[in-house]
């Protein structure tokens, strides 16, 4: 167990619909990494939040938008689904001191119908 | 940018013997990390082992050792007495450190290992 936790584990839903994924880091950890993991991009790096701000931008859709509230966890909105929005979310979380380590939780498979 | 390159996307190994996966990347930074991840069926991503770019000795994890060419920029994964829990996706990854909190990793296109009873 990696003190990661995400929910849910797993999410179906049509196109056009909104949904959000959920992540709690690990204790002590400040820092929030959000991934997605698709069979035809790989693991791409999306958003990086570090108490609360912002730190980091990656191949993030514009559709695509996330927030860290003041208790740390963090939350994926992904809005105006499309089928190619399917693919395995993962959180990963870091002591954002000169993160040397990220631990994942076990993702959110999405699936979009 | 840094790029991260797996030139190995299936190998297969009988249990027992040992297995070297392996991974070049491509970055000007001199002070890095380097990781590799596994990722079994159930698709948890787990930490298998991590080198720090400024140490020459190789990290060892029990039967998980690498071999870090800096110079070469290579970082392959040599697993020892494979086992059948082995079976898995590994991936490569890279860090720059930061002293703004905002390090990411960046993957390699992993490599599919299976171990053979």
């Known amino acids: 167990d990696s003190g990661v936790t995400q929910t849910p584990k797993h999410l179906i839903t049509a196109t056009g619909q909104r949904v959000t994924l959920r992540c709690s880091p690990r204790s002590g950890d400040l820092s929030v990494y959000w991934y997605q993991q698709s069979l035809d991009q790989g693991l791409q790096f999306l958003i990086q939040?570090?108490?609360?701000?912002?730190?980091a931008k990656g191949n993030i859709l514009e559709r695509f938008s996330a927030q860290q509230f003041p208790d740390l966890h963090s939350e994926l909105n992904l809005s105006s689904l499309e089928l190619g929005d399917s693919a395995l979310y993962f959180c990963a979380s870091g002591s954002g001191r000169s993160n040397e380590k990220l631990f994942f939780g076990s993702g959110t498979q999405l699936s979009v119908l | 940018a840094q790029t991260v390159t797996q030139s190995q996307p299936e190998m297969s190994v009988q249990e027992a013997e040992t297995v070297t996966l392996s991974c070049t990347y491509d970055t000007s930074e001199s002070n890095y990390y380097l990781f590799w991840y596994k990722q079994p069926p159930s698709r948890q991503m787990i930490l298998v082992i991590r080198q720090e770019a400024y140490k020459q000795q190789n990290a060892t994890e029990n039967r998980f050792s690498v071999n870090f060419q800096k110079a070469a920029k290579s970082f392959s994964l040599k697993i020892s007495d494979s086992q059948l829990g082995d079976t898995a996706m590994y991936f490569c990854?890279?860090?720059?450190?930061?002293?703004?909190?905002?390090?990411?990793?960046?993957f390699g296109t992993g490599t599919r290992l299976t171990i053979i009873p």
């Open positions: 990854a890279f860090m720059k450190p930061s002293n703004f909190g905002n390090e990411k990793l960046t």
């Open positions: 939040y570090y108490n609360g701000e912002e730190r």
